[in-house]
């Protein structure tokens, strides 16, 4: 048996597209299960059609409250039989009584080196502080917004003249590397314990 794995996205998905690709090309100890986006024409939602998983939409502003769509979410990961649940892109803060929820078992890949550079506007920030190096940060969640306990991370050089789309598609590339990894490991450690 192998961890099952809801990812959970807003936008394209091409840390989504990652995690399918390295299962679909290694023997993993994850198996993604399902897709949960919060924007209804995200592009993941054609990724995953195109590999038979299952994928629900669940509109944020289709709820008066943040603790409302956090039920909605909750019932879905339940009926998906989530396990570890992955976010890839997704552009929504979790409130501290869901993250409970899924302590140790809700990670997040964070396009900087933390714990610099929480929240958006990670690379223009690194570039206009001088810094050396850019990177990503896998991490779990936590009540905090990208204040988790850190699992791993890679380093890319800034390079003179660089400019945040440059740096963002050179770290995205270490993303795409990374990520899959960390869940992989993850859910070898969650099967240890089972």
Known sequence: MKTRVVVLASGSGSNFQALIDYSNTKITNYEIVGLIVNVPNAYALARAQKHNIKSVVIDHKAFEERSLFEVALQNTLIEMGAELVVCAGFMRILGAAFVAKWQRRIINIHPSLLPKYKGLHTH?????????????????????????EIIAQTKVPILTGD???????????????????????????LLKLA
Do not use: M, S, W
């Open 163 to 189: 400019t945040a789309e440059a740096l963002a598609a050179r770290v995205l590339v270490q993303e795409h590397a990374l990520y899959p990894q960390c869940v992989d490991k993850i859910a070898r450690d």
């Open 124 to 148: 223009e920030r690194a570039i206009a502080a001088g810094d050396k190096h850019g990177g990503c940060t896998v991490h779990f969640v936590n009540a905090g917004v990208d204040e988790g």
